[in-house]
């Protein structure tokens, strides 16, 4: 591979990078409170939420959120 399709490559890969966290969207892992925040947190961001997904973890109904 020539260093010039190497910068290519690394250029998409780059490129690309940020689409492949909203691949991981939807994901749900309630294993540990850290692990449940980033549940929340990432299955909420604009242009890609998952508003179910994201509350998976919480249990809104033992607060009175109905």
């Not at 020539?2 to 689409?19: C, D, K």
């Not at 492949?20 to 850290?34: E, F, L």
């Not at 919480?58 to 109905?66: K, S």
């Amino acid at each position: 591979m020539t260093l010039a399709s190497r910068s290519v490559v690394a250029l998409l890969l780059l490129a690309l990078g940020p689409f492949a966290g909203a691949a991981a969207a939807q994901d749900v892992d309630c294993s540990t409170p850290r692990r449940a925040v980033a549940t929340w947190l990432d299955n909420l961001q604009e242009g890609d939420e998952h508003p179910r997904a994201a509350a998976a973890c919480f249990a809104w109904r033992a607060g009175g959120v109905r």
